[in-house]
């Protein structure tokens, strides 16, 4: 993949958010409509160059336009085996994807509320936990399969399926590994620590930022994605590889490697809020999101996105990034 010359497709309309499940591309409209959209139709506009069209261009691509089956607009959400599970206002709710027509339409009769605690934001990882970001009420865990996985932690049990990790701040949530890294805007950012041992999971502990960097001071915005613990700094960018089993204790070596640095232009702004795709990090900054495949290696798009997703764990959109502004969305494709 090269962030050079990216194919660029801009839908006109005003969007509040959109994802993918099954070669199909979700996008949510601030009056309530969720219109589905077929990807193999939809990527014959793709262009080298950037492509605008309206919905009425693209009308062959669209499966089906379906209300919202939730009671309001998500904060977040996530799918995981043809489900979506949302944040709202009123708590963490899930709902049905069918898969089993044409329309792949999403049913309204499946709404399901599993919990009522505000929340922020989610990740789900691929054997069905979930990592929930509560804000001032801290990090929580769900336990979508609500298999017996041999846990021989204990956090406090809400009820059978939430679990809090750490009282402490949370704004949103990233999957390292077996461990969840919880980044705060009010606090210090932290990993909650966990490893495999004879086919056990087990919790070493919160680890906060300043233990994992070595120093003191707290970073801008930090953030992790399987073996790497990112964080801005008014200097720029740190990072550092972490090794998962060596929070066992009796492991050779330390879980988390020497600081590695790269430059950032300060121009960009403040950064806000960060992810990792196969392609490279991706900064939201005040002024312009920003894609960083390494070093040397940027791909800037100079105005401030509503909101915006990248999928690196799905075959087919592991090279997409998803953008929404204020009166329409682009598909960016690497």
Known sequence: MSLENPKILRILGDYWDIFTVDNKVYIWGFDGSVICL??????????????????????????GIYQNPFKELHTDFATYNNKIYAVLDEGLYSATINTNNTNNSIKTE????????????????????????????????????????????KFHNYDSKIDQISKDHSSFVNWAHSSIFSSSNRGESYLAGFYWKDGQINYKGI?????????????EVSWAYRGNI???????????????????????GQPFSEVK??????????????????????????????????????????????????????????????????????????
């Open 230 to 252: 990112y964080r801005t700094t008014s200097n720029g960018l740190e990072y550092i590889s972490f090794t998962q089993q060596k929070l066992q204790g009796n492991r050779q």
């Open 110 to 153: 499946t709404v399901e509320k599993i919990w009522d605690c505000p929340l922020f934001a989610l990740k789900i990882k691929s054997n069905g936990r979930v990592a929930l970001a509560g804000g001032e009420e801290g990090l929580f865990q769900y336990d979508i399969l609500k298999k017996e996985t041999g846990y021989i932690y």
């Open 207 to 219: 680890l906060n930022e300043s233990e994992i960097f070595g120093k003191n001071n707290s970073g």
């Open 38 to 63: 077929d990807w193999e139709k939809l990527k014959e506009y793709l262009k080298t160059n950037e492509t605008v069209v309206e919905l009425k261009d693209i009308k062959n691509s669209i499966n």
């Open 261 to 334: 640095k790269v430059p950032f232009m300060p121009y960009k702004g403040k950064p806000l809020f960060a992810e990792v795709s196969m392609f490279g990090s991706i900064i939201e900054c005040e002024n312009a999101l920003v894609v960083m495949e390494n070093e040397k290696s940027f791909f800037n798009i100079p105005e401030p996105p509503t909101r915006w997703r990248v999928y690196p764990e799905d075959a087919i959109f592991k090279n997409h990034l998803h953008v929404i502004f204020e009166d329409y969305l682009k598909l960016y494709v690497f």
